[in-house]
């Protein structure tokens, strides 16, 4: 991807010059510039992760009602999703470093908020201003980076992927360790809301404009986009917003309560709850092939077979009742199509069925479509647990619901794709 070293790195955004983007940036400060991107995604995913694991612990102490629970364990993504649209929109006319590190900070202080809460509607408060934070920085992130490797698009958010899977790995491991070195869930979010900071300190520094304010436009100038619709918001991108929403409610209603599933259904500890909730994230590693595979192959065909792989990956979950070892291989192979393929093919996806300098707008919208309903995935998922049981409610929102999406993808052209070979 180094190769992106090589091409113009200027960007001139509406209403800021930018002057200091027009600098050639070394192999060396992409590099570092990179990977302190990875990372704050990484704990980005930790922030969000964090809070499932713990949640049986946080409902005994406020009282919650497993509904209340489950809305708080996806309620960030309400945020996230307000934050989309908004996002986008500035991120096509400002600079994308300053979106950037503001939502770093944005979505720190809203977790390390989160252990101050005295109720439901306060911490319900934290938790939506994380997810805003959030939404904002998945916005940046992925504009800049997929203007940047406008070639190798699939690949990078593959790797950015990965450091969320790391993220998603590490986060129920080191919770539940921390809550049962220090007696209480409060020290993971410090620990966590202050990791966020000190990398937000040194991206200030280190992310270079070059990086963030590329202009995908001037890699791509020779050629024509006259075959695409002129709206941001044509056929592709919206079948791929509904698939995006289908996906976000089934996934992150699969997240949000599986430790509880774990823990309430198969009497597991917490400790085994966390251990199975982690091998999500070391399944969602394989982001960097689902994403290598998604610059290669017909992303549409990929990602309605990742679809039907979770279909049946949750039918083993929520009906076989397996023991540990099982239960942590199906979860490896839920983060590999959910998190590993599903995510970063679709955000490319979305990126790429727009012209090149509306991919603010794509990523803005894909962040809202993806996280919106998410939102009540959590909710939705609990009612229909106290409704039918654990099983048929993971059968009816990770099983069925999933089809949706692979009816949406029916309708995608990649033929009208921005990287369409014609």
């Not at 499932?52 to 629970?69: D, H, K, T």
Request: aromatic content about 12%; overall charge positive; proline content about 4%.
């Amino acid at each position: 991807m180094t190769h992106a070293a090589q091409v113009d790195t200027s960007a001139v955004p509406v209403g800021d010059t930018q002057e200091s983007s027009r600098v050639p940036i070394s192999r060396v400060m992409i590099g570092m510039g990179f990977l302190l991107v990875v990372l704050s995604y990484m704990v980005n995913a930790m922030d969000r992760q964090v809070f499932p694991p713990l949640l049986p612990n946080i409902r005994a102490e406020y009282g919650f009602s497993l509904e209340q629970g489950g809305l708080l364990a996806t309620n960030f993504t309400l945020g996230m999703a307000l934050a989309g649209l908004p996002a986008g929109y500035l991120l096509d006319r400002f600079r994308r470093k300053t979106v950037l590190l503001v939502s770093i900070v944005i979505y720190s202080l809203g977790t390390m908020a989160t252990p101050l809460a005295t109720g439901f509607a306060d911490m319900t408060l934290y938790r939506v201003i994380s997810g805003f934070g959030e939404g904002m920085q998945s916005a940046a992130i992925f504009a800049a980076i997929g203007a940047f490797f406008v070639h190798r698009r699939g690949l990078a958010f593959g790797v950015i992927g990965l450091g969320y899977s790391v993220g998603v790995f590490i986060a129920p491991l080191v919770g539940v360790r921390l809550m049962s070195m220090h007696g209480t869930w409060h020290s993971p979010f410090y620990l966590f809301g202050t990791a966020g900071l000190l990398i937000a300190a040194a991206s200030l520094f280190l992310v270079k404009t070059g990086l963030t304010e590329h202009s995908a436009e001037k890699v791509v100038a020779a050629k024509t986009y006259e075959y695409m619709p002129a709206s941001a918001y044509n056929r592709n991108s919206l079948a791929l917003a509904v698939h995006s929403v289908v996906s976000g409610v089934a996934i992150y209603g699969f997240l949000g309560l599986y430790p509880t599933f774990l823990i309430t259904s198969l009497h597991y500890t917490a400790e085994q709850a966390a251990l199975a909730m982690s091998f999500l994230g070391f399944g969602g590693m394989l982001a960097l092939l689902g994403g290598w595979l998604g610059d290669r192959v017909n992303q549409r065909n990929l990602l309605i077979l990742s679809l039907l792989a979770v279909s049946a990956i949750s039918v083993c979950v929520y009906e076989t009742h397996a023991g540990v070892g099982v239960q942590c291989g199906l979860a490896f192979l839920m983060g590999a199509f959910g998190l590993g393929f599903v995510y970063p093919n679709t955000n490319s996806a979305m990126q790429r069925s727009v012209r090149p300098e509306q991919i603010g707008r794509a990523s803005g919208l894909f962040v809202t479509s993806y996280y919106g309903t998410a939102a009540f995935s959590g909710l939705l998922f609990a009612t229909l647990v106290d409704s039918f049981g654990w099983s048929r409610a993971g059968l009816l929102q990770v099983t069925v619901l999933p089809l949706a999406g692979v009816l949406a993808l029916v309708f995608v052209r990649p033929s009208q794709f921005n990287n369409a070979v014609r």
